[in-house]
């Protein structure tokens, strides 16, 4: 039976994710006339805040007091997607598209950019997986996602930082500072691009309307044939 397609949208804080990750859903919803109800489209955010594990992780972020080793954070994250790990396989199994705000890799690049590593700390540790001082390996952050639903495409928004500063809502929890911002694109761009996954597209959307990037992404979802339904099983991380 004919499958729904997980699209992930990643970026840094502010990058416009969100507001993409629920207008696409909207599109997938009206050109998926072939879905049958009760879903053709749904979007899932991680953090889901709704959750037991997502209100804990609501407080760390939005309460500057509320410190955690940063392992300990990364699991929390790490358990929240496993929260919803069988609400996906069953909207997917339904036909319906499910689009992730944020997922795994959000989850690796963050916690690699807590350790103020260095370019080539950075590189050895994604590359390799080796553990630089401070620092939890890449395998290690990854190792406990293995098993989680691989997505069929993923689309990483990126654009300057002086731009996303000046966002509204921006610095509003913990991690919106423009530094360590820097680092955790750093980290994303090497983690997406030593995976040599054909499935993943990094996406310049600066300086560009809300329109404009929709488009932008649009064309991408049609040129990888998520926008249908799929006979291939479902992959895992």
């Known amino acids: 039976m004919p499958r729904g397609q997980l699209i992930l949208i990643e970026g840094l804080d502010r990058s416009g994710k969100s507001t993409q990750a629920s207008l696409l859903v909207s599109k997938l919803g009206h050109a998926s006339s072939s879905s049958s109800p009760p879903c053709s489209s749904k979007l899932l955010k991680f953090p889901d805040r709704t959750t037991p594990i997502g209100k804990l992780i609501n407080e760390y972020l939005t309460n500057k007091e509320f410190q955690l080793d940063d392992q300990a954070a990364h699991l929390l994250f790490l358990a929240n997607r496993w929260e919803l790990n069988q609400e996906i396989h069953n909207l997917l199994n ?19 950019a807590k350790n103020n590593l260095d370019d080539s700390e950075a590189n050895t540790s994604i590359s390799r997986g080796k553990k630089s001082s401070n620092l939890a390996s890449v395998d290690w952050l990854l190792g406990p996602d293995k098993g989680l639903p691989k997505p069929d495409l993923t689309m990483f928004l990126t654009l300057d930082l002086e731009e996303i500063s000046k966002r509204k ?11 360590f911002q820097a680092k955790v694109k ?52």
């Open 169 to 179: 809502g921006w610095g509003n929890e913990r991690y919106e500072l423009q530094q």
């Open 94 to 112: 339904q036909g319906c598209f499910v689009v992730l705000d944020r997922y795994i890799y959000s989850g690796i690049a963050y916690t690699l």
């Open 186 to 237: 750093r980290c994303f761009l090497q983690i997406l691009n030593s995976n040599q996954d054909k499935s993943i597209e990094i996406l310049d959307v600066g300086e560009k309307s809300i329109e404009e990037v929709t488009n932008q992404l649009w064309d991408v979802i049609v040129s990888h044939n998520a926008n249908t339904l799929t006979e291939k099983p479902i992959e895992y991380i």
